[in-house]
């Protein structure tokens, strides 16, 4: 069915995905199109809320188009709803309705103290030599040990989640020399399956394997799809059998290595999509979506996981992190992570993780993109009070000294808060309301609407990190009430203070009245 709904005067709109915040908010100049029944991209819902109270929803996915004041959508059972006023009546009222909090504490090992990941440091190169070599760096220099995540390349071959002893060659001792030194362990894994070679054809024969393990085509046969590294078959979690396939090989790396848990990459809505494989339709039984969905909720059954790529996610007890970004200023760089992490937050996602200081893009490191060491630091700084913070390319070795000892502040900067954010993430169970939040959303109709550069975390705390190279005057709106700021000075709010800052400087603010 067709649905068409008009934008109010003056109204503005945030949601569908979090990598569309640099685009949001939506108003009459917006001219943005998405079919989110064939493609999604990090944390998405069928959902758009507005600054008065309005909410646009599905139950289903569905393909929108935004031009001229007028959502015109395709799609099934869509729905428009007011809650109230502002934009925060849209979005309670929305979680409320749809939503609402599963209550689940996510491990407070993942806020306490930043992450860190092998990825940019190793890539595909991953070993134990070099996962011990980072580790202990990471203590020598000065940085809390947290959690570990074991990137791509440390297993035999994608389905085949065993260690490569030739890479590994004795990964129970690693793991514990690491959980000695104060790591908890995650290792990455995707649903992708090397559609060759013998284990293969032990899950997919039928003189071996009788169960039809995988995603399958309309005809039966195994469907095989496109992704980033090539061609492959996928699991398929709507089926039993291939939740017990991966789920076997997780217990077990578990129980023999005392892995801690797992970052689930991939299975994105994309792979699902019917048009998807090379051979043939992908059969109906089940929707793109309610296969990423099942995906999803396999992966948040362990107590430590994360995800970057969710449908329809709102209200779990998820770890979600921003899609990967490059190395610079503004094009899909620092520019992006306030305003896609707000509007991560407004699609029910509040445990959210600021992609990798540095930026986690690995086109970057293959072209031989240099640091930038201002923007590192401003990187680190922005995600320093951000709910999670994470770490993978070393800065010992990306920057020089003057610039590592800016980045440490800000990672001290993370744990200074930690109890603070703790704080929010059990309040967040509790009540379903993001913890990073656009100031529009604690200061409705205060014209801070399209205030990209800046955040509130929580409600009593705004951060207004430098995201512009050499800058050394920031302007800070700042809302009504006393303040004390991060100089240790207190402001009077209902105007914009003007800062000479340093590149020392994580401009933030606390209320005090």
């Not at 800046?454 to 800070?476: C, D, H, S, W, Y």
């Amino acid at each position: 069915m067709r649905y068409t709904f008009d934008m109010l005067e003056g109204e503005c709109w945030w949601g569908g995905t979090s990598n569309d915040g640099t685009k949001a908010p939506y108003d009459r100049s917006t001219d943005l199109e998405r079919d989110f029944r064939v493609s999604a991209c990090n944390q998405t819902m069928p959902m758009y809320l507005s600054d008065k109270g309005r909410c646009i929803w599905s139950e289903q996915p569905f393909f929108c188009r935004i031009q001229n004041g007028v959502f015109d959508i395709e799609g099934e059972g869509v729905t428009l709803e007011t809650f109230g006023s502002t934009l925060k009546d849209a979005y309670l009222g929305a979680m409320r309705a749809h939503f609402p909090p599963r209550g689940d504490l996510p491990e407070a090992e993942f806020f306490r103290v930043p992450q860190y990941n092998t990825w940019m440091q190793l890539t595909y190169d991953q070993s134990q030599a070099g996962v011990l070599q980072y580790a202990h760096a990471i203590v020598e220099n000065g940085f809390r040990p947290g959690i570990l995540m074991i990137d791509e390349g440390w297993q035999n071959r994608y389905g085949d989640w065993t260690f490569d002893r030739l890479k590994f060659p004795d990964p129970k001792a690693m793991i514990e020399e690491l959980h000695a030194m104060g790591f908890k362990v995650m290792l990455w894994v995707v649903p992708y399956v090397s559609p060759d070679g013998l284990w293969f054809v032990r899950h997919s024969a039928p003189h071996f394997c009788p169960t039809k393990h995988f995603l399958r085509t309309k005809e039966g046969q195994i469907a095989i799809i496109e992704w980033w590294n090539g061609y492959s078959a996928i699991l398929d979690f709507t089926k039993e059998c291939d939740r017990k396939l991966l789920g076997d090989q997780l217990h077990a790396l578990m129980h023999d290595y005392g892995v801690d848990g797992f970052k689930f990459d991939g299975g994105i809505l994309d792979d699902y999509t019917a048009h998807n494989p090379i051979n043939g339709e992908a059969d109906d039984r089940f929707t793109a979506a309610e296969r990423n969905i099942a995906w999803n909720d396999f992966g948040t059954a362990y107590r430590f996981h994360e995800f970057k790529d969710t449908f329809k996610g709102g209200g779990k007890r998820s770890i979600q992190r921003l899609r990967d970004k490059r190395r610079n200023w503004d094009d899909d760089g620092l520019n992006t992570l306030i305003p896609n992490a707000v509007a991560q937050g407004l699609l029910g996602h509040p445990f959210v993780c600021p992609d990798m200081v540095g930026g986690g893009e690995w086109l970057d490191k293959a072209l031989g993109v240099p640091a930038d060491p201002e923007l590192f630091v401003r990187m680190a700084q922005c995600s320093a009070l951000f709910p999670m913070m994470q770490f993978s390319w070393a800065p010992w070795e990306a920057v020089d000294a003057e610039h590592l000892q800016k980045v440490k502040a800000a990672h001290d900067l993370h744990n200074a808060f930690s109890e603070k954010i703790l704080a929010l993430v059990k309040d967040a169970c509790r009540t379903g309301e993001p913890i990073l939040r656009a100031l529009e959303y604690n200061y409705p109709h205060r014209g801070y609407a399209h205030v990209q550069d800046a955040f509130m975390l929580g409600e009593n705390i705004l951060v207004a990190p430098v995201i512009v190279k050499g800058q050394t005057e920031r302007a800070v709106p700042l809302p009504e009430g006393r303040w004390r700021g991060f100089d240790g000075r207190e402001y009077v709010g209902g105007r914009t203070v003007t800062l000479t800052v340093t590149e020392a400087d994580v401009p933030y603010f606390e209320r005090i009245d």
